[in-house]
């Protein structure tokens, strides 16, 4: 399982362009793009990355638990770089195995 950035970004990116579909394709995603303002992710385009995420990384990784730390204003402004810093930290203390 990665635990690279690079790695990580890559595979949040593709995860990204699957549940934006059309439009993701099209999306230069870095770690500086905005969930909201740039990707024009809704609610429910969340709550999908959030079940692609549960797939990938299983439990090493609790999105809810990331996004519950944030408020309202700066979820609005989460850029993928925080997810993919939050993944790779979260990687990196899971238990081998996990």
């Known amino acids: 399982m990665p635990s690279d950035q690079t790695a990580v970004l890559a595979d949040v990116s593709s995860m990204l362009r699957s549940v934006l579909g059309d439009f993701g394709d099209d999306a ?3 770690m500086d793009t905005t969930f909201r303002d740039d990707l024009g992710m809704e609610s ?3 709550v999908s990355l959030a079940g692609r995420l549960q797939a990938r ?3 090493s ?3 809810a638990l990331f996004v519950s730390s944030l408020d ?3 979820v609005g402004q989460l850029k993928v770089g925080e997810l993919v810093c939050y993944i790779v930290d ?3 203390k899971a238990p ?3």
């Open 28 to 30: 230069d995603i870095t």
């Open 44 to 46: 429910i385009d969340v």
């Open 57 to 59: 990384y299983g439990t």
């Open 61 to 63: 990784v609790n999105f």
């Open 72 to 74: 309202v204003e700066s």
């Open 90 to 92: 979260s990687l990196g």
């Open 96 to 98: 081998a195995g996990s």
